[in-house]
């Protein structure tokens, strides 16, 4: 293709760039096998891509950092086919990648049945087909002369993509080039692709943000980048008006005004034999409290997610969040009960989010922009509905129990180990800290999320080690010591392994555990109604110490049962609604053993089975409950049947 006058220039000085920053301070990824990286070749990679495009470095990284903390993710796409620190999204490809692959017989190794599958991809859409949001890193090939392989491998091509469609939007949108960063907000909206105000608004919002407060951070290559702060930058927000995209309807939605947020409703529709979907009509919080937000992971593309929301024969969910731009759609209102969570008890009491992504794809990484974006929802739903920042309220979906013992086995475990709680609840505002002195009875998992990286398998292929990958976390040993057996779930009625999806034997960063015993840098917690033992030196610990209560069984009983609900007593139930079986799981908590109390709960149970409401009530029993952290799902006990006490 001709390379037009005005472009080629710019593509010539471009290589010349790369090639100097390559010769003086190989990038990382870029460089030779055994060849040294220097620690800080990334940051002049910003600097060339900034200073040669004629855009603010603190716009460039700023944008970076929304997009992917300057992380390269040696070269793999994210859950949207984003590439590199830009996330310069080349969508067709990365699905393209992904359909070979599952062509050659790979499996889903997740196996959710009720979900879309890791690949469903029959063909590869056309670019025509392709949203410009997932098609950006072929238009910064146009713009500097640079191969979509290099921008997809390269982190310095990559940077210097980025910069180019900047200064690309700062043109068309009739702006300078100018050197005051506050002068780029509408060309910082436009990069992130999205086609409405609201979004493209909160993205930039976002970006100046991360400007304001600066950041400082070492990347998952060894690299060490920093923005300084400028506290007092006001961006000139009504450049918005310049980029002539649409306004967004949020009449009907329930989100912050700090995020992109819009109504797609979830349908509420009788069909067949008295049958109907996809939800329940309620009256929360007035009929019932909302205790619990369940963070899920859509395990497919944003499109085909959309659509399975839309069918009144499918399951539902509250919010589903784009990993793109964190731009969100709420499809079922909070006073009413979505089917999500795989337990009626927890669907009753919980919103469900779901984010756009793949439990078993580690390198298929979320972006900053949706962390972010999903943790603003979660800090205004818990405002407005009293839910707690802490891991016993916000739950994964790995984190559900079973409501009875046959359900066990087939209960999900999205968004799984690469799902970053650590960071995550930094964004909450509620870090996880040590809140007691060394060597307490309470701790609080918590691993450097980088550096954490126990093998797991079956990403791809059954017993095959999947990609090494930061993980938030914990494996466990019958003994202290990785020589000892794996932990073993009897309610799973498997032999326990280093599968992504079997959670038998780990413990996931916030979780709180009584400590059982401590051998050097090992430490035991109790855990599914044994000593469960992980690795915990004292110069890398994995957990901190914390303060809490803990239960343990009423003096003279050698063992109690272990529930996956919180019913009410049989007494408690008006005529016309049936009484629901108070049906232990196969666990217990034996004599001395001690759990984490998360919350105290009564016995409750929304009736709730004909599509109209005339009949539906909520029970709520004298019989209380203390919800645990059993294993590596929460579980709840009758009160009456334990002992409180402050954790030692």
Same mark, same amino acid.
Request: proline share 7%; hydrophobic share 40%; glycine share 10%.
């Given at each position: 293709m001709r390379v037009p006058a005005h472009r080629a220039s710019g593509h010539r000085r471009t290589r010349t760039v790369i090639a100097t920053a390559a010769l003086?301070?190989?990038?990382?990824?870029?460089?030779?096998s055994g060849a040294r990286t220097s620690a800080n070749s990334l940051q002049l990679a910003f600097a060339s891509a900034a200073a040669e495009y004629h855009v603010p470095q603190s716009v460039l990284l700023g944008v970076s950092y929304l997009q992917s903390r300057w992380d390269a993710h040696a070269g793999a796409p994210s859950v949207t086919g984003g590439y590199g620190p830009m996330h310069l999204t080349d969508a067709r490809t990365a699905l393209a990648g992904a359909a070979a692959h599952h062509s050659e017989g790979t499996e889903d190794a997740r196996g959710d049945s009720a979900r879309t599958p890791l690949l469903p991809t029959a063909e590869v859409p056309t670019p025509?087909?392709?949203?410009?949001?997932?098609?950006?890193?072929? #238009?910064?090939?146009?713009?500097? &002369?640079?191969?979509?392989?290099?921008?997809?491998?390269?982190? +310095?091509? !990559?940077?210097?993509?980025?910069? +180019?469609?900047l200064a690309d939007a700062q #043109?068309?949108?009739?702006?300078?080039l100018s050197a005051d960063p506050a002068d780029w907000y509408a060309?910082? +909206?436009? $990069?992130? &692709?999205?086609?409405?105000t609201a979004t493209a608004s909160a993205y930039a919002d976002d970006v100046y943000d991360v400007i304001r407060t600066g950041e400082e951070r070492t990347t998952d290559a060894g690299q060490q980048v920093a923005l300084a702060p400028q506290p007092g930058l006001a961006p000139a927000t009504a450049q918005l008006a310049e980029t002539g995209l649409r306004t967004l309807d949020t009449s009907d939605t329930e989100c912050p005004k700090s995020v992109s947020c819009e109504w797609i409703p979830a349908p509420?529709?009788? $069909?067949?034999? !008295?049958?109907?979907? !996809?939800?329940?009509? &309620?009256?929360?919080p007035a009929a019932q409290s909302i205790k619990y937000i369940v963070v899920h992971d859509t395990e497919g593309a944003w499109d085909g997610v959309l659509n399975l929301v839309q069918d009144p024969t499918y399951v539902s969910w509250n919010y589903t969040l784009r990993s793109t731009d964190g731009h969100i759609a709420q499809h079922v209102k909070a006073k009413d009960v979505a089917w999500h969570a795989g337990n009626w008890y927890i669907n009753a009491k919980s919103i469900g989010l779901e984010h756009e992504g793949f439990l078993a794809n580690p390198d298929a990484w979320y972006t900053e922009a949706m962390y972010r974006s999903s943790a603003r929802l979660v800090k205004y739903l818990a405002k407005k509905y009293g839910i707690p920042l802490d891991r016993q309220h916000i739950l994964g979906h790995d984190n559900v129990p079973g409501p009875t013992t046959s359900t066990v086995p087939g209960m999900h475990t999205d968004p799984g180990p690469y799902w970053d709680w650590r960071h995550y609840f930094a964004l909450l505002g509620h870090p996880f800290k040590a809140t007691a002195k060394k060597n307490s009875g309470v701790v609080t998992i918590r691993p450097d999320y980088a550096t954490n990286q126990p093998e797991y398998t079956g990403c791809v292929t059954k017993d095959v080690p999947c990609a090494a990958h930061g993980s938030s976390e914990v494996r466990l040993y019958s003994g202290p010591g990785e020589t000892y057996p794996l932990i073993k779930d009897i309610g799973r009625g498997t032999a326990p392994t280093t599968g992504v999806n079997d959670i038998s034997s780990r413990v996931s960063t916030g979780q709180q555990y009584a400590v059982a015993d401590r051998d050097g840098d090992w430490t035991a917690i109790w855990y599914l109604g044994q000593k469960a033992w992980f690795k915990n030196p004292a110069k890398d610990p994995t957990a901190v110490s914390a303060s809490g209560r803990v239960i343990t069984p009423k003096a003279g009983l050698q063992e109690i049962p272990v529930y996956g609900r919180a019913y009410p007593e049989a007494s408690a139930y008006p005529t016309g609604v049936p009484a629901q079986a108070v049906s232990p799981l196969p666990y217990k908590v034996l004599e001395n053993q001690k759990y984490v109390v998360g919350d105290t709960v009564p016995g409750e149970y929304y009736y709730a089975v004909t $599509?109209?409401?005339d009949s539906h009530k909520v029970v709520v029993g004298k019989d209380l409950y203390y919800e645990i952290q059993y294993g590596h799902r929460v579980a709840f006990v009758r009160a009456a049947d334990v002992d409180v006490q402050p954790s030692r």
């Open positions: 003086l301070l190989p990038l990382l990824g870029a460089a030779p025509a087909e392709l949203p410009a949001r997932l098609k950006t890193l072929p #238009k910064a090939a146009e713009l500097t &002369g640079l191969s979509a392989r290099e921008l997809r491998t390269d982190p +310095a091509a !990559n940077i210097a993509g980025g910069a +180019a469609l #043109k068309d949108l009739g702006e300078p060309a910082v +909206a436009r $990069f992130s &692709g999205a086609d409405d509420y529709e009788e $069909f067949g034999d !008295n049958d109907y979907g !996809n939800h329940d009509l &309620g009256d929360r $599509f109209t409401t």
